[in-house]
Structures are given as C-alpha cells and as structure tokens.
C-alpha cells in the first residue's frame, strides 16, 4: 500500500519561501490525482495545488487555489516518487497543517500525516 511522508514545513517570516516534499513509497500509473491541502485551526481542509491525470490519454492539469496563485508552484519527480510545493511570498494566512493527498484509478485515497507551515514575524 502507497504512504505518503510530508517534510519542510517549518517557521518562516511573512515574504519567506518554503519547499515541501512529500515522499511516496509507491506511485504507479494508476494515479488519477496528486495534491496539496491545508488546514488551519478551526477551518476545512481546502485544495492548495494538484496536478490531475484526465482520460486515456492521462493529460495533466494543474490547479491552484485562487489564494496562492502565482505564489505556490506543484512539481512531481517521477524518479524520486516524490511531489513538491514551493511557496514563495509567504502570508501569515498561509499558516496551515498542509497536507499531501493521492488518488488513485480504484477508488484508493490516501493521505500523509501532514506538516506544520508558520507564517510570522
């Protein structure tokens, strides 16, 4: 069974960048969907990034919340079975648990432990 494992998260000042990775110990073909989500205290669980798998042909789609639109970057190392978020210009409202999530082509989703993002001064 595919585990996730999320690191780089961390305290950073307002304008600061962080890289989050998260690790797979398995991610096949069979992937519909891989992305970021974030919680802060008292909130949802919102999509930050993804990067979707559509049809036969598999063609990938990148979304972003509004939010962090031109901030936030989602990358995939296919080799290292790894995804990144790279987040620049960092706001205190950024300051979430930030989860990585991955969906498969049989129904499985599967989540990692999550990773602490601060914003402050």
């Known amino acids: 069974q595919v585990q996730l494992v999320e690191s780089g998260g961390g305290l950073v000042q307002p304008g600061g960048s962080l890289r989050l990775s998260c690790a797979a110990s398995?991610?096949?073909?069979?992937?519909?969907?891989v992305g970021w989500y974030r919680q802060a205290p008292g909130n949802q669980r919102d999509m930050v990034a993804r990067?979707?798998?559509?049809?036969?042909?598999?063609?990938?789609?990148?979304d972003y919340a509004d939010s962090v639109k031109d901030r936030f970057t989602i990358s995939r190392d296919n080799i290292k079975n790894t995804v990144y978020l790279q987040m620049n210009s960092l706001k205190p409202e950024d300051t979430a648990v930030y989860y990585c999530?991955?969906?498969?082509?049989?129904?499985?989703?599967?989540w990692g432990q999550g990773t602490q993002v601060t914003v402050a001064s």
């Open positions: 999530r991955l969906q498969t082509e049989n129904g499985g989703d599967i």
């Open positions: 398995g991610m096949s073909r069979s992937v519909v969907t």
């Open positions: 990067i979707r798998y559509l049809g036969e042909k598999r063609l990938r789609r990148t």
